[in-house]
Each structure stands twice: as structure tokens, then as C-alpha cells.
């Protein structure tokens, strides 16, 4: 996915990973103060997921590809 990146490209895809992995927890676990989901964290959370998942797969793993 990071072509650019050369030489470095395991690198960034697992810095990519450990950043979208976090964004995706921390925005589907985030609660308002009356303890329901707010929409919009769980839909920016759910894209980083599906972007983690993507990078994980595809050029970490190698396993499929899109």
C-alpha cells in the first residue's frame, strides 16, 4: 500500500497498523456522558478498522489480495 516508502515499507505499514488500530479502539469504546455510542465515533472507528484490516492483510500478511 506504501509503495513510496522503498526500503522502510515494512516499517510504516506497522507504525499505519499500531495507528489505526488505536483509533479504531479508542473511537468504538468512546461512550458520551450518558453511556451510549455516539454515531460518529463508531463510523470514523469503524473505517480506521476496516483500513487496519485492509494494510493487515494484504501487505503485512500477504494473504489476500484486494
Given at each position: 500500500?506504501?509503495?513510496f516508502?522503498?526500503?522502510?515499507?515494512?516499517?510504516?505499514?506497522?507504525?499505519?497498523?499500531?495507528?489505526?488500530?488505536?483509533?479504531?479502539?479508542?473511537?468504538?469504546?468512546?461512550?458520551?456522558?450518558?453511556?451510549?455510542?455516539?454515531?460518529?465515533?463508531?463510523?470514523?472507528?469503524?473505517?480506521a478498522?476496516?483500513?487496519f484490516?485492509?494494510?493487515?492483510?494484504?501487505?503485512?500478511?500477504?494473504?489476500?489480495?484486494?
Amino acid at each position: 500500500m506504501f509503495d513510496f516508502a522503498g526500503e522502510h515499507q515494512n516499517a510504516v505499514n506497522f507504525i499505519f497498523l499500531f495507528v489505526t488500530g488505536f483509533i479504531a479502539i479508542k473511537a468504538i469504546r468512546t461512550k458520551n456522558p450518558d453511556g451510549g455510542s455516539d454515531y460518529v465515533h463508531l463510523l470514523f472507528g469503524c473505517i480506521a478498522a476496516v483500513f487496519f484490516f485492509l494494510v493487515l492483510f494484504q501487505d503485512v500478511l500477504g494473504l489476500v489480495r484486494f
